[in-house]
């Protein structure tokens, strides 16, 4: 039994905002994609849940009011666990960066101590335990190619044969941005569903509706997307509400020169190259 967990980082190849909810919530439908790289769990016995954050972005995270506390206690209490574990967060991604964060970070926390503490849920039970912990926790426990409705909750897993040998490149201008600033600045305008197809002709032809708020209000996503598209990938862009976008090439020598590429145009950005999961 391994005692730690990678907390895989999320792009959605598309993003479909239909409507707003009642709830304050949207309706989307959205394809999740995961790359074979994130932040990393890691778990040993202890007293109680407590929790200790490092890595490249763990400063000023809390240690107290945190994703992954949350998904250790309910896993805890829904499980009627009489023990406690002791977690450590490998903060690798950037925090509000759109790609998953502290979503991916919860799905790892349950799946890890579903393990550590021998509990044997399934996958599925633990997607359906995760739904009050955030709209994208379910698909992050899933950590599979899929689709999402509803507000991302409604999964079903997709053939991802098209894609599987292809390189992902992120890039983040290192601007954080709120995701709820983003919904609420999205106009409304439902710009119809996702369509029919294999997954790759589905996500070129479908669309981020959240992008043109994002760019209002970081401009330089522009910018980062003109130099993403300049090297001819197989699909760029942004991902989830933020600011990271992406790009598929059909191989790690293509990524790695878009990376050199950009990183020469937009010193101090963060960039991570992956494939799918």
Request: aromatic share 6%.
């Amino acid at each position: 039994m391994t005692n730690s967990e990678t907390a895989y980082a999320k792009i959605n190849l598309a993003l479909h905002v239909r409507r707003r909810l009642p709830d304050g919530y949207h309706r989307i439908e959205t394809i999740f994609a995961f790359l074979n790289q994130g932040d990393q769990l890691s778990v040993e016995a202890g007293e109680g849940l407590g929790l200790t954050i490092g890595g490249p972005f763990g400063e000023g995270l809390s240690t107290r009011d945190n994703l992954v506390l949350q998904a250790a206690r309910r896993l805890a209490e829904m499980s009627h666990v009489p023990h406690g574990a002791r977690l450590h967060l490998d903060k690798r991604l950037p925090v509000a960066s759109g790609i998953g964060g502290g979503s991916a970070d919860a799905a790892a926390t349950l799946r890890l101590l579903n393990r550590f503490w021998r509990l044997d849920h399934s996958v599925a039970a633990l997607a359906d335990l995760a739904k009050p912990l955030g709209a994208d926790v379910p698909a992050c426990v899933l950590s599979q190619t899929c689709s999402g409705t509803g507000i991302g909750h409604d999964l079903t897993v997709i053939p991802d044969d098209g894609l599987r040998s292809c390189s992902i490149l992120l890039i983040n201008p290192m601007v954080p941005v709120s995701t709820a600033e983003i919904f609420a600045a999205w106009d409304g305008r439902d710009r119809g569903g996702l369509g029919e197809g294999d997954i790759l002709s589905v996500s070129r032809n479908g669309r981020n509706d959240l992008e043109a708020p994002a760019i209002a209000l970081v401009p330089v996503l522009t910018d980062l997307l003109q130099m993403l598209e300049e090297q001819k990938p197989i699909l760029a862009r942004m991902s989830g509400s933020g600011a990271t976008c992406f790009a598929l090439f059909w191989n790690a020598a293509d990524a790695k020169e878009a990376e050199r590429h950009c990183l020469q145009q937009m010193s101090g950005a963060w960039t991570m190259i992956g494939s799918f999961l």
